[in-house]
């Protein structure tokens, strides 16, 4: 198992299952970070203050882990995010590691539609 896979699963593990984004950020995420979600600043400090609400501060919110992908200096999480009052919505984060701390992200979102044209889910 490379290193960035091994800290990629850490990562995901606390931010996702356990919904600790500050301990997260704080292990695994460099100052330097970039973020190329438009609504959010650059920098750990911007992305926890962005985050904490839908995962910390949201009890019934629940990110299940569908895959994690991880090649070389890049890693992906495909999961099924739920929150009360919301569609359901199927994310794709894409992270980019350097010496072993994660400094770029990029994300893609689609609404779990409530019919669908055939009979295999989004999952």
Known sequence: MSDNRAAFEQFCDLFYSRKRVADAFALLVAPGY???NPTIADGPVAAVAALTPKFDGSPDARFEIQRIIVDGDLAM???KASRPGVPDAAVADIYRFEDGRIVEHWDVL???PVHAVHDH???
Do not use: A, N, T, Y
Request: proline residues 8%; positive net charge.
């Open 110 to 112: 689609q609404q779990v």
């Open 77 to 79: 999480v495909h999961v």
């Open 121 to 123: 889910p989004m999952f």
């Open 34 to 36: 970039r973020q190329h």
